[in-house]
C-alpha cells in the first residue's frame, strides 16, 4: 500500500472535476482520473502529469455497474484503499425543464447520474475508504438544490429545473443519510457547491472558473479528523438546506 494520499475524482477529464483534480495533485497526493470516454481521460491525465501531478486514469461510467466495479477494483490494485473520494461527475440534461413540459426521460437520465451514480460508486469505493485513516467523501452539489433559497422570494436561483435542480436537492438528502449511517466511522461526507461556473455544463455562462469552482471540493477533502459531517457548503460557509 502507498503512503501517499491517494483521491478519486468522478467527471475529471474537464472543468470544475479537472481542477479538483489538479488541486489535489498540487498537494502531493495521488489522483485517479475518472471518465467515460478514454481519449479525453487520458489527455487530462496526460497534462496533470506535465504538471507534476501523480495522475493516473480510471475508466469510470458512474451509470454502469461493472464500470464501477471495475474501477473500484482498479483503484484496489494500484493502492490498496482509497482516501478522498470526489463524486463531480454530473448533467443537466439540457433546458427546458419546466416541470409541465419535461420528458420524463430526461429525470430520469439526470437522477440516474446525479443521484444513483453518487450511490453506485460511493457503495463501491467505500471498503476502500474504510482503510483509510481519514476518509473523506465529497459530494458535488449545487445551490439550486436548496429548497430554503429556492422558496426565499427574490433570490437568485437560476432557471427552473425540475430535473437538475431537484436531482440536487435529492443528492444533498442522499449525503445526510450516508452521513447518519457512518456516523460511528471516521468517514466524513459532505455536500458542496462550486458556484456558477464556466463550464461545458452551462455552455461556459458561468461567472467564475473551474479553478474558483473546485476550492470548496479540496477544503471538504482535506478536513481535519473530527471535521463537520452530513452538511452542505459553499465557499462562504454553510448553506441552508
Given at each position: ?87 463531480n461527475a454530473g ?121 474558483q469552482g473546485a ?27
Open positions: 500500500m502507498t503512503e501517499k494520499t491517494i483521491a478519486l475524482v468522478t467527471g475529471a477529464n474537464k472543468g470544475i472535476g479537472y481542477e479538483i483534480a489538479a488541486g489535489l495533485g498540487a498537494l502531493g497526493w495521488s489522483v485517479g482520473v475518472g471518465a467515460r470516454s478514454e481519449g479525453p481521460r487520458e489527455a487530462a491525465v496526460e497534462k496533470l502529469r506535465a504538471a507534476g501531478a501523480d495522475a493516473f486514469g480510471v475508466p469510470l461510467d458512474v451509470t454502469d455497474d461493472a464500470s464501477v466495479t471495475a474501477a473500484a477494483g482498479l483503484v484496489e490494485e494500484r493502492a490498496g484503499r482509497l482516501d478522498v473520494l470526489v463524486n448533467i443537466t440534461g439540457g433546458m427546458p425543464q419546466e416541470p409541465t413540459r419535461v420528458d420524463l426521460d430526461t429525470v430520469r437520465t439526470v437522477v440516474e447520474t446525479n443521484v444513483i451514480g453518487v450511490i453506485r460508486v460511493t457503495n463501491a469505493m467505500l471498503p476502500l475508504l474504510r482503510r483509510s485513516a481519514s476518509p473523506r467523501i465529497v459530494n458535488m452539489s449545487s445551490t439550486v438544490g436548496s429548497l430554503t433559497r429556492q422558496t426565499t422570494p427574490g433570490a437568485q436561483t437560476g432557471p427552473i429545473a425540475v430535473a437538475y435542480a431537484t436531482s440536487k436537492t435529492f443528492l444533498n438528502a442522499v449525503t445526510v443519510q450516508y452521513a447518519k449511517e457512518l456516523h460511528d466511522t471516521d468517514i466524513l461526507i459532505n455536500a458542496g457547491c462550486p458556484g456558477f461556473c464556466a463550464t461545458d455544463l452551462n455552455g461556459f455562462r458561468g461567472v467564475r472558473t473551474p479553478e476550492a470548496i471540493a479540496l477544503r471538504l477533502a482535506t478536513l481535519p479528523d473530527g471535521g463537520p459531517t452530513g452538511a452542505f457548503f459553499d465557499d462562504d460557509g454553510p448553506i441552508p438546506w
